[in-house]
Structures are given as structure tokens and as C-alpha cells.
């Protein structure tokens, strides 16, 4: 349930209906917009009256959300949200673009990368400490020592960092480095990763599940709305469909849909979703003539000797020729290109 203020209500009358909403036993999440404020009363709606909430001073009406997802949902804050790191807005009209290595092997290879990719136009770096593996006897990641490297190269490079956590047992560690924490796609609905996501302050960069619906993938980031970390980044990243000719289908009609219904920056990942090089440069095309807000790319400078997804890295001069089309589409699609000094 929605409770719209009226524009000229006093901040009286907003904390007595946040009070009225703990009394009930409901959790408030107020929104201040422009104009107006609303409050997101969220619990289990069926123990939920909205009529002693409609007649409270200052309230002008009160409208139950169909959706099962709430703060995600458009109903509840009509304006993107545009989330800082850095500075570097995400979101709103603003593209940004991530790049790196799928995993972090070592200090060289990690500045390499980063040195290129930010002379190309990339503003985070991005580089897995810990790596999600489908086989226990692949390269697992260096763990620890790799959030080093990464720290290291945001001194000597000054991009912020994103790395992918894999439990909430890791989670303190890596947010000490990670100015964003990913949640892969094996962990979109790892409840407890979820909902520790949800009770710190970093930004969270939720992957779409493997199988997973639109619907679904909205429902887990509510879980991290909902306990109050309201800064939340999508990413579409391919899903599993009957074709073999890609490693996964980039749903890039999830981009407006998802714009449709929820108010959250939505990226897309065109590397994981393609499986191989010479397909990702077409798929971030797409990804930014669809209206995505960014795209996150992997990129190696030997792709050939890569511990982890070679086949779909790009060299960084690929990186470096796809950037200038990016630049001519985000043009024409009406954003603005982040840009680090
Ligand atoms: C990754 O970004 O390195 C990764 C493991 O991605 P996904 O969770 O989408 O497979
Ligand atoms: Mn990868």
C-alpha cells in the first residue's frame, strides 16, 4: 500500500502517519519527491487496513499495489532512481560503462586492464575476487589477495570497483573494497546474500538469475529495498533459452520492460550473455539503442590465457574500437556518457 501526502502537508502530520504505521506493526519507506512525499507501507498486506490511514490529517489518498513487488515498482516512485559512486551517476539518464576482467589473476594484469579500459571511456573496473564456477575444480578465484589487487588499483587508477560476493559471510570483507557488491546470477535468489545486502549501505548490483523471470528477478531485489538498502542496480545478463549458438540469449526486451514497471537503473551484461567475443561488441550496441542505463563488459588484455571466460573477453582495443560507436549511440539515444577525469 501507497499513502500519497498532500503537497502542503506539514512534517507533523507526516511523522504521525510514519507513527500510525509502526503502530500498526507495518515498516514505512518514506520517498520524497519534488512535490510530494509518499510512504510505502510494507508487510503483509492482508492484515492491512487502508481506511484509518486514508481519513489522517495531511494524507491525500492511499492506493494498494497490485504488484507483489512494491518499492521496486514505478507505482511507488515515478522518477528513475539515479545512484552515485563515486560520483559517477547511474541511472536517469546517464550511461555508464564497466569493464575489466571476468577474474582478478594478478596486480599486472588487473592495471593493465584498468589502464586501457579507462583511456577508452570505462568508469568502474571490474574484476571477481570470488568466483561463482560451475565445476569445483575450476579457478575459484584468489579470494582476499584478489580484493587487494583490486583496492590497489583503485589508488593507482582512481575508477571505482566492482566485485561479485558470494555470501553474506564475505560480504563485511569485500565491501571494504567494492564501492559496488554484484550479486551473480547462481545467487539472485540466495535470500540470506539478500537480505544482508539489504541491511548495509553499498550499492548492489543484482544480476537476473539464469531462469529467471522478470518478475522474479524484481522480487529479489525487493528483498534488498526492503530491508533498506534502496540503492539497487539491474543487470540482464542472458538467459537460458533452447538456443545453443550463444551461451545464453540476451533478453534485451527486459530493459523496457523492467523500465516500465520499476524506477531501477537497469544495465546490461552482453559478454555473459553472448559466451563468445566476436558477438559482444554487436550485443552492446543493442544494449544501449534499447535505453539501458550502462553495460558491463569483459575485458582481457590476453584473452587466451584468461583463468576465466577468455572466449567472451574482449582485447582491450576491441574494447577500445566498440567505445566509439558507444559514444555516437548514446548520443542518439538521448543519454549522457559518465566520464572520469
Ligand atoms: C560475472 O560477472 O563474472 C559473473 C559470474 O556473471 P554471472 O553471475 O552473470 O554469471
Ligand atoms: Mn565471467
Redesign the pocket.
Known sequence: MIIVMKPASSSKELEHVIKTIHKQGFKPHVSKGEETTIIGVIGDERKLDPVPFQLLPGVDRVIPVLKPFKLASRDFKRDDTVIKVNGIPIGGGHFTVIAGP?AVESLEQVMETAKKIKGAGAVILRG?AYKPRTSPYSFQGLGPAGLKILAEAKKRTGLAIITEVMSEMDLPLVAETSDILQIGARNMQNFALLDAAGKQKKPILLKRGLSSTIEEFLLSAEYILSRGNYQVILCERGIRTFEKSTRNTLDISAVPVIKKQSHLPVILDP??AAGYQEYVSDLAYASAAVGADGIMI?VHPHPEKAF??GQ?SLTPEQFKTMMIKIKSLVKVMGKRLNKVS
Open positions: 571476468c571477481g559478454s555473459h569483459e576465466c571466460d567472451e
